[in-house]
């Protein structure tokens, strides 16, 4: 499986790159349309198909799937955006291999289509759609939302942003993608991802080879990204030499977010588990967990007694916590003491206008959890998630790992995986508690900071996706073995 992801340039490199090494853009025009048409066929069986063309690369992709659809004895009609004069290069050639006739782009084109092919723009946009292509895609999915019509996207659907999947002025809703060689961020990335329906990525001749020069920065998340790196238990090994985890914990009033991230960490490898908490709430916890150790932390001198402990490698600070100075003074107390952190919830928030302090203190490895809100508190960015992730993550120091369905895990050194596994279920109370423990144990065990976003991330979203619907944060951990033992068989 590969993982890598190709900007809207890249592939325009990797392309060119092709063709320089002997792949005519022809060949590779043809390829493209034959992937498509041949995902159509075993998809459906003949259907009277529409198939709209753009003036570009990607219309002459269109024009090869209604060629090769109507040979194939479908019913196609075609729309073409512009003229058929205007337009140039493999699209002109593969214009003129069409024999059928070519409409005027309009959306009486759709009329009586049960399938209509989106050849219109692809991912290269490079303006928000509008006017007559923009009630082309408003139309198609209306139809598509009435049951009366389904949509392929040639590359892309076309008014999503293969960079950022941000919709430029509108977008159908395709039930299939078909894209080529790579896919790029705007696959995965919502609002984009959810227009894409099934993303297929097909080969169609360019030699892996031109990514060597390319160096893809960006990649989907999954094994393939880190497995190597993964801490399995070894014959060798005991309880200390896989890593010592510090969960802080709460008050009494708020210790369910630590128990759950206690929990996850022993569930994810980490060979002991000490959850550090208030006197007063000491009691609780030791009741509800059972191979979870428990420290009280008696101020003033507690959490400097328990940093001293060298075997206490990982601390993960935040959750239940509390906002203020006291978990301000921890967090900046951790990161002195040169221990792996995961910084989340209340860890993320006491830092709210004091950011730099932060930051200035990071030079261990160190992964921050923030959810939308938590990274505004903390950071100016704007614009695209993907890029907000990254510049954050090279202003701060830390491997960023910015929440959400489209998770965005972004190192210091440009490095970038978007994580698509996570289930809807996931938007529980609690989820990220666990998300923080699983990435905790991984940084106890030894696995580097970036390498341990990643894999926490895909872990939390398979353990989520096996319980199915009706998960509640504590599920997840009781699923994590499964998940482990299926990544274990990779």
């Not at 094994?223 to 985890?245: E, F, I, N, Q, T």
């Not at 809100?373 to 120091?397: I, P, Q, T, V």
């Not at 996570?422 to 923080?436: F, M, N, R, S």
Request: glycine share 12%; hydrophobic share 50%.
């Amino acid at each position: 499986m590969t993982t890598e992801l190709l900007t809207i340039a890249q592939m325009s490199a990797a392309d060119a790159a092709a063709i320089a090494g002997g792949v005519s853009g022809e060949t590779l025009m043809e390829s493209a349309g034959s992937a498509v048409a041949e995902a159509i066929r075993k998809r459906w069986a003949p259907r009277p198909t529409t198939v709209l063309c753009g003036p570009g690369n990607n219309g002459g992709d269109g024009f090869v799937v209604a060629r090769l659809l109507s040979a194939a004895g479908w019913t196609v009609r075609l729309a073409l955006l512009g003229e058929r004069d205007s337009l140039q290069g493999d699209a002109a050639i593969m214009a003129a291999r069409w024999d059928g006739p070519i409409e005027g782009f309009n959306i009486t084109a759709l009329d009586g289509a049960e399938l209509v092919v989106d050849g219109l723009f692809g991912a290269g946009l490079g303006r928000p759609l509008d006017g007559v292509a923009l009630e082309m895609v408003e139309e198609i999915t209306a139809r598509g939302l009435a049951q009366e019509l389904d949509c392929v996207a040639i590359d892309m659907p076309s008014g999503v942003h293969g960079d950022s999947g941000a919709i430029w002025g509108g977008a159908a809703q395709a039930v299939l993608t078909v894209t080529f060689f790579r896919g790029k961020p705007g696959h995965l990335l919502l609002p984009g991802r959810a227009l894409c329906g099934v993303t297929l990525i097909v080969d169609i001749g360019i030699p892996e080879s031109v990514l060597d020069d390319i160096a893809p920065a960006y990649h989907a998340n999954g094994p393939d990204l880190w497995v190597a790196a993964y801490p399995w238990p070894s014959l060798a090994g005991h309880k200390y030499s896989r890593g010592h985890a510090v969960v802080v914990g709460g008050g009494i009033e708020s210790t369910g977010a630590s128990r759950l991230a206690a929990r996850a960490a022993l569930r994810a490898g980490a060979g002991l588990v000490t959850l550090a908490c208030p006197p007063g709430a000491l009691i609780v916890y030791a009741q509800a967990l059972e191979a979870v150790m428990t420290q009280s932390l008696v101020e003033p001198d507690g959490f400097d007694i328990l940093l001293a402990d060298e075997r206490k490698n990982a601390l993960l600070i935040g959750p239940g916590n509390g906002v203020g100075e006291l978990t301000r003074k921890r967090v900046l107390a951790g990161l002195d003491a040169k221990k792996a952190c995961v910084i989340d919830a209340d860890g993320l928030t006491s830092f709210e206008n004091k950011s730099e302090q932060l930051f200035n203190a990071i030079s261990s490895p160190c992964i921050l959890t923030p959810h939308e809100g938590e990274f505004a508190r903390l950071f100016a960015y704007e614009g695209d998630k993907l890029n907000r992730a990254r510049s954050a993550a090279a202003e701060s120091g830390a491997v960023i790992l910015l929440k959400g369905a489209d998770t965005v895990i972004a190192a210091p050194d440009g490095r970038v995986a978007i994580n698509d596994n996570a289930p809807p279920d996931l938007a529980t109370a609690g989820a990220g508690d666990v998300l923080a423990g699983i990435a905790v144990a991984l940084l106890a065990q030894g696995m580097a900071a970036f390498d341990a976003a990643c894999a926490a991330a895909w872990l939390h979203g398979e353990a989520a996706a096996a319980y199915g619907p009706g998960l509640i944060a504590e599920d997840i951990c009781e699923t994590l073995p499964a998940a482990l033992a299926s990544l274990k068989g990779v």
